[in-house]
């Protein structure tokens, strides 16, 4: 009788599955859940193992960034309807705040995996898109050292 239990060994089906579901906004621990997956546990090993892997994944939390940019847009987005309370005429508060962590906890993630395009813009001078430009105007040494030549001048005559 064949042991049943979660997949342990690798391979490339299994990988684009779970790479596809990440891209789609799934997060890792809910994909590892069903019996039918890998344990979370098994593919951290994977991603240090498989280099081919590892670069599927990296592509696919890049591009769960941008699903999550999207489904940002669809929960801003959604019918003003909704944030009554049942009565029709006064805003369900609980029901703003609840649509305002979701759309804070995409934000916050998408900037972690993808901070070019999503996370917040500081420049940092020194890499290569911004490298360190040093302007000096030395004319003023030329002033400063001629002042002081002609000063000695006057003291010695």
Not at 32 to 48: A, I
Not at 86 to 113: F, P, Q
């Amino acid at each position: 009788m064949a042991k049943m239990g979660r997949p342990t060994k690798y391979n490339e089906e299994l990988a684009d599955d779970i790479c596809e579901k990440i891209a789609s906004g799934l997060p890792l621990t809910k994909i590892c859940k069903p019996d039918n997956m890998p344990k979370l546990t098994t593919v951290y090993r994977w991603l240090q193992e498989k280099a081919d892997f590892r670069e599927m994944y990296t592509r696919a939390r890049e591009d769960q960034a941008d699903t999550l940019a999207d489904e940002m847009a669809e929960l801003a987005d959604i019918d003003p309807e909704r944030i009554l309370s049942e009565g029709g005429n006064k805003i369900d508060a609980a029901y703003v705040n609840w649509m305002r962590l979701r759309i804070d906890t995409r934000k916050w993630t998408a900037s972690k995996l993808k901070p070019r395009k999503y996370g917040d813009k500081t420049f940092m001078a020194g890499d290569a898109e911004n490298p360190i430009k040093h302007d000096h105007d030395l004319s003023v040494f030329g002033t400063l050292l001629e002042s002081v030549l002609l000063k000695r001048q006057e003291e010695i005559e």
